[in-house]
């Protein structure tokens, strides 16, 4: 049996380096995936759901800033695949900029990707997973930055924070209702992927940002997307059935310090 056999999954972000790590694993380990993104994306999003395996993956387009899109998302996956059990909400991305330069349209543009879009996320999968019966699992994918300050991208670590407590409050809100659904955060730290590239390169040395973000690891290394990974994995999956409302943090110790 395998640890997620019989479940489907969907994944925000999905063709990302983080979403995409996380969609091959959950397709390896049973579970039917649907690869979302943005549209501009569907080329990738299309070869990765084809890559899964024969009928085991989907790709949609879906702009988790958009309602319409997650409507029609949640329509189609319950159409195509009968049920959704888990819903990871992984998109995001940041602007590394501090309170002082950012502006308000960035201000914005932040939070509708990192909070807004895991509001409706939230929002449409529950109403789908109780739709289907599904004793589901949502997991909201923060970061380290959603628990510790962090001023140099000062509306994503707001944004993120945020994750964090709403997700608690879906947890319990589901748990009251009985509703058999919970509800988690991830909290990573730097993991190579494009996102950590794009701040990387921001810093006009890359190699020494790379440098300086790897001391700030006890472990003295950045994680890999698998990482990443196998804590959705193990979210997604009934092992975890006790766990609701928790913060599942991959920091190699940065926040033990
Ligand atoms: N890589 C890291 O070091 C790290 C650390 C902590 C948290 N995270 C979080 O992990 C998640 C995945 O990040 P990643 O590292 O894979 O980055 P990535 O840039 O490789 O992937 C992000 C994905 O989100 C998608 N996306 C952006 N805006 C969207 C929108 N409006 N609607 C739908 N999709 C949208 C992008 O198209 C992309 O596929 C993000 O939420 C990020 O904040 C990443």
Same mark, same amino acid.
């Given at each position: 049996m395998k640890r997620v056999e019989g479940k489907v999954a969907l994944v925000t972000g999905g063709v990302g380096g983080l979403g995409s790590a996380a969609a091959k694993l959950l397709a390896r380990e049973g579970a039917k995936v649907v690869v979302t993104d943005r549209k501009e994306r569907e080329a990738e999003g299309l070869a990765l759901a084809a890559s899964l395996g024969e009928g085991a993956g989907l790709f949609l387009p879906l702009d988790v800033t958009r309602e319409a899109d997650w409507a029609s998302a949640m329509e189609r996956t319950l159409a195509h695949f009968?049920?959704?059990d888990v819903l990871v909400n992984n998109a995001g991305m940041g602007i590394p900029k501090d309170i002082e330069s950012i502006s308000l349209q960035e201000w914005r543009l932040v939070h509708a990707v990192n909070l807004d879009g895991v509001f409706l996320g939230c929002q449409y999968g529950i109403k789908a997973m109780r739709q289907c019966g599904a004793k589901g699992s949502i997991i909201n994918v923060s970061s380290v930055a959603g628990l510790q300050g962090v001023p140099t991208i000062v509306a994503y670590g707001s944004a993120k924070g945020a994750v964090r407590l709403l997700s608690k409050s879906v947890a319990l809100h589901c748990a009251h209702k009985g509703y058999g659904i919970r509800c988690n955060s991830i909290h990573p730290t730097f993991i190579e992927t494009n996102m950590v590239a794009e701040l990387a390169n921001s810093s006009g040395n890359p190699e020494k940002a790379r440098a300086h973000m790897a001391r700030t690891i006890p472990l003295g290394h950045l994680g890999e997307p698998d990482d990443f990974a196998y804590a959705v994995l193990y979210l997604a @999956?009934?092992? @975890?059935?006790?766990?609701?409302?928790s913060e599942f943090v991959l920091d190699g110790g940065a926040t033990a310090q």
């Open positions: 009968g049920r959704l @999956s009934d092992e @975890s059935k006790l766990m609701t409302g």
